[in-house]
Structure formats: structure tokens, C-alpha cells
């Protein structure tokens, strides 16, 4: 079993429609979890980051964490064609101590106009 | 959000020669760097996690003698990749952060791509 796994896409989304990305992971000890975006040939950049299981809300960007299910998700209300991307939910596997993330595979996202 | 610097941003060069990658924190000290590799439609692979003032901690299946860190300072870490071979062609990303401990988040610098002919 992969450490943390995404369905890789690609998910169509209509412009203005909500996004919903999900994302499970296999180490019950892990305490942070992230959410990055990448557009194609670039570098991944931060969107979300989340500690404690429920909601957290961002702009358009809603994080979910379910620690019991080993569950994080990512919603992004009014998609807009410039979400377009893949985005690569990353958990950290050390609960203490140095930062060492492992990503899922990204899921790549399209909304049509 | 914090500012990491990568250089060059992409590379060609002829199988068998050196290839060094920079990576600077460019408004905060990191005492911890790392370096990533990503194939085309993979994800981001943790290589090695550079450590400033010592050794560099390799991730299984990353050959140390290959991929040569060097974590000088608390600014700059530099991968080399030694005797480059085409199957080394690859994205090349370092990341950092400002803050030590398990919620730190992590900045990346935008990347290299190197492409071994």
C-alpha cells in the first residue's frame, strides 16, 4: 500500500462548479498534512496546510481532516479556469522533528470554461 | 511566504559530466534542506535531506556517491550530480523552511531540469 494516495485524474470540473480532491494516507501518527499546487514544469507551491481533524476554510479553498478515516481532502469553491493544475496532497510521516513529507502521486485538475 | 532561490533552471549537458544545482534560502536561515526528484507525471520523491555542518541523510535507493550535498552554510545547500547518465534526466526541486518542528511548512525553489544527452 502506498503511504499516501491520490486518484491521479484527470477530474473535469465546469468553471464555477465546486472541485473536490481527495486524499488517503496509511500512518495513523501523522500530524500535518498539505496541500500543493503544481502547473506544469513548475515547482509545487503551498495552498493549504491542516493539523486538526474538521474544516479549515481559505478563500475559495476548504481543507477537510478525518484522522480516524486517515482522510484529507481539498475543496475549491467557484473554480476558475486558472485552477487548472495538479495538486499533491503531502502528509508529514515524522510526527516530531524534522520536516520529511511524502506525496501522493497529484491528482490533475481541469475546469473547462 | 519564504523565498527559496534554485539555480540554474535547467541544464543539457553530455552523459558523464557534473552537473551542480544551488538552492538558497534567501530571506531566512535553514538549518535542513531538501532535495526532490520528480519524473514526468510522477510525484515528488524525497532524494535526501541536506543537513548544514554535516553529513546529508540519503533515502533508500539514492546512491550517495552519486548524488553529492553540500550543506555549507544556512543558506545554500548544493546537490551535484556526478557522471550524469540520460537516466538522471529529471526535475530537480529543493525545499526549505523558515521554522523548525513537524507543522513547518515547506517552500520550494522552482526547480531545475536537467536533460543528459
Known amino acids: 500500500q502506498k503511504e499516501v494516495e491520490q486518484n491521479s485524474g484527470p477530474l473535469s470540473v465546469p468553471e464555477g462548479a465546486i472541485a473536490s480532491l481527495n486524499c488517503t494516507y496509511s500512518?495513523?501518527?501523522?500530524?500535518?498534512f498539505f496541500w500543493y499546487r503544481q502547473y506544469s514544469g513548475k515547482s509545487p507551491e503551498l495552498i493549504m496546510s491542516?493539523?486538526?481533524?474538521g474544516d479549515k476554510e481559505d478563500g475559495r479553498f476548504t481543507a477537510q481532516l478525518n484522522k480516524a478515516s486517515q482522510y484529507v481532502s481539498l475543496l475549491i469553491r467557484d473554480s476558475q479556469p486558472s485552477d487548472s493544475a495538479t495538486y499533491l496532497c503531502?502528509?508529514?510521516?515524522?510526527?516530531?522533528?524534522?520536516?520529511?513529507?511524502?506525496f501522493g502521486q497529484g491528482t490533475r485538475l481541469t475546469i473547462n470554461p | 511566504g519564504a523565498v527559496v532561490s534554485q539555480h540554474p533552471s535547467w541544464v543539457i549537458c553530455k552523459s558523464g559530466t557534473s552537473v551542480k544545482i544551488e538552492c538558497r534560502s534567501l530571506?531566512?536561515?535553514?538549518?535542513?534542506m531538501f532535495w526532490y526528484r520528480q519524473f514526468p507525471k510522477q510525484s515528488l520523491m524525497l532524494m535526501a535531506t541536506?543537513?548544514?555542518?554535516?553529513?546529508?541523510?540519503?533515502e533508500q535507493g539514492v546512491e550517495k556517491d552519486k548524488f553529492l550535498i553540500n550543506h555549507a552554510s544556512l543558506t545554500l545547500s548544493t546537490l551535484t550530480v556526478t557522471s550524469a547518465h540520460p537516466e538522471d534526466s529529471s526535475f530537480y526541486i529543493c525545499?526549505?523552511?523558515?521554522?523548525?518542528?513537524?507543522?513547518?511548512?515547506?517552500?520550494f525553489g522552482s526547480g531545475t531540469q536537467l536533460s543528459v544527452l
Open positions: 525545499s526549505a523552511s523558515p521554522e523548525i518542528g513537524a507543522r513547518e511548512k515547506l517552500f
Open positions: 500512518d495513523r501518527v501523522s500530524q500535518s
Open positions: 491542516i493539523y486538526s481533524n
Open positions: 503531502a502528509v508529514n510521516m515524522i510526527p516530531q522533528g524534522a520536516q520529511k513529507l511524502v
Open positions: 530571506d531566512f536561515q535553514a538549518t535542513t
Open positions: 541536506s543537513n548544514e555542518g554535516s553529513k546529508a541523510t540519503y
